[in-house]
């Protein structure tokens, strides 16, 4: 795996662990509580593995295509993705959902969403071990409103993504 890649699937699989241990310390009706008609701690988790999975099932098929065909990331993907990453970092500002994400049970299995999540944190792994330098340069994911993204990119905004959501899993579980 690139260094660079290897730093940020790091620091995000100390985020996923951080998450778990965190909320299997919890009693169950805490991971389940929602106030004011909010997610709660569960189906936020649950979001964010349906995120993860969307972006590994993406980034599987975009790798499947000539890599001359893949576009380079550039300048315009680099401000989109600095944007992207202020906005994610404004926790007084609220996002919608894209409609494939934005689907959650009103309950779901705590034990089979965090199962799953560190099976696709598995098959994202086996993915990134693929990316070589050439790779890293190209955008092989579209963000539903940032567009185009490099791998690096990509991490950046799962991670930022988590961290966004993990705080609110905290709150919403106190």
Do not use: C
Request: hydrophobic fraction near 35%; avoid cysteine; charge should be positive.
């Amino acid at each position: 795996m690139l260094p660079k890649l290897k730093v940020q699937f790091d620091r995000m699989s100390e985020q996923l662990d951080a998450s778990i241990n965190y909320l299997e310390q919890l009693p169950e009706e805490r991971i389940h509580a929602a106030g004011n008609a909010e997610w709660s701690a569960t189906q936020i988790l649950y979001h964010l593995l349906m995120s993860e999975t969307g972006t590994v099932n993406y980034l599987k098929k975009k790798m499947q295509a000539p890599p001359e065909e893949v576009s380079k990331g550039g300048i315009m993907s680099m401000i989109r993705s600095m944007l992207l990453r202020r906005a994610l970092r404004n926790y007084n500002k609220k996002f919608k959902a894209p409609k494939v994400a934005a689907e959650v049970p009103p309950r779901p299995d705590y034990n089979a969403t965090r199962d799953a999540y560190l099976s696709i944190r598995k098959e994202l792994k086996v993915l990134l071990e693929r990316f070589d330098k050439d790779m890293g340069a190209k955008a092989y994911f579209k963000h539903p409103r940032a567009g185009r993204l490099t791998i690096g990119q990509t991490l950046d905004f799962l991670e930022d993504h988590f961290q966004r959501h993990y705080e609110q899993m905290k709150e919403r579980s106190k």
